[in-house]
């Protein structure tokens, strides 16, 4: 990473958006940006289900980066609430970063997303990311990175600061995120479902977590509830003799570990609920905001 202009340069802070379509690369830029990991990141399109910031702060710039759920078409009340989110933080940032995967075309959906962010006056790089495949990037790109190498980041991030309004830090140099322990314990569980669930179960799962005791000397305790729409989903997610929900337990624990240093005791539970997508006030209280 960069390590900013000149000590004499004005300090610049400001919301960097990384928009785009599913599997456009948004989350796994952001956690290279970050140097860790924050963002869930999976093969399966529409991972992402919320607004995620991670804080990168640099000697002269603070960026507020914004990984958002990927635009999409929105037949469903989740679809359009997540279309909500990146909407939303499209309007209200300082600086768009409009990523690409070279091997999708560029369509009207990003025309339409580029156009609001003209007409806003918001300045928008548009970026092919998955540079080590060694496909053609698009000619509508005005950078090529690849977040797996590192190539083009540097690049990436100097154009970015040089947008950014003129400001103080909005944050302490050591906050990494705003999200709490207890949405990132969530966010896990729901990786190991994408890993661990085929074909279209993992898109009807939610993780709620009931549960988050710091209390206990050996460690976390976490008791999380799995949210699915039908009964034949929860058998999915149970498995025979309960095999598939061991082994997302398996996994969620140990990313669960790592992310808190420490032991980490989870318990979960699946539930029915056939109209969990459809509930505004349950969207919000799962964190799709």
């Not at 990984?67 to 939303?88: F, K, M, Q, V």
């Not at 790109?141 to 083009?152: E, F, Y």
């Not at 990494?176 to 074909?199: G, Q």
């Not at 505004?280 to 964190?287: F, I, Q, V």
Request: with cysteine; glycine share 6%; net charge neutral.
């Amino acid at each position: 990473m960069p390590s900013d202009a000149a000590t004499s340069s004005p300090h610049r802070a400001g919301v960097v958006a990384l928009l785009g379509r599913p599997n456009a690369g948004k989350s796994t830029l952001l956690n290279a940006l970050l140097g860790q990991k924050l963002a869930i990141v999976t093969a399966k399109p529409q991972t992402t289900r919320s607004r995620i910031l991670g804080v990168l702060t640099l000697p002269n710039a603070q960026l507020m980066l914004l990984d958002t759920p990927g635009l999409h078409d929105a037949s469903r009340p989740l679809n359009r609430a997540l279309n909500a989110i990146a909407e939303d933080v499209a309007d209200d940032c300082d600086v768009a970063v409009l990523l690409v995967d070279p091997r999708a075309p560029w369509d009207a959906a990003h025309t339409a997303l580029r156009e609001r962010l003209a007409r806003r006056g918001t300045p928008v790089l548009v970026v092919a990311t998955k540079a080590d495949l060694g496909v053609e990037p698009l000619p509508e790109a005005t950078l090529v990175v690849s977040a797996a190498t590192g190539a083009g980041l540097e690049a990436l991030l100097e154009r970015v600061v040089a947008l950014l309004p003129e400001s103080p830090a909005h944050y302490d140099a050591d906050t990494v995120t705003d999200r709490t322990l207890r949405f990132l314990a969530a966010e896990e569980i729901r990786e190991a479902i994408f890993e661990e669930l085929a074909e279209e179960v993992p898109y009807s799962v939610a993780v709620e977590i009931d549960d988050f005791d710091e209390s206990k000397p050996d460690g976390v305790r976490i008791r999380a509830t799995l949210w699915v729409e039908r009964d034949s989903q929860k058998g999915i997610v149970l498995g025979q003799g309960g095999r598939k929900i061991k082994a997302i337990g398996q996994r969620a624990r140990r990313a669960i570990g790592e992310l808190l240093e420490g032991p980490a005791h989870l318990s979960l539970w699946v539930k029915v609920d056939a109209r969990w997508a459809r509930k505004p006030k349950k969207l919000a209280a799962l964190g799709y905001r």
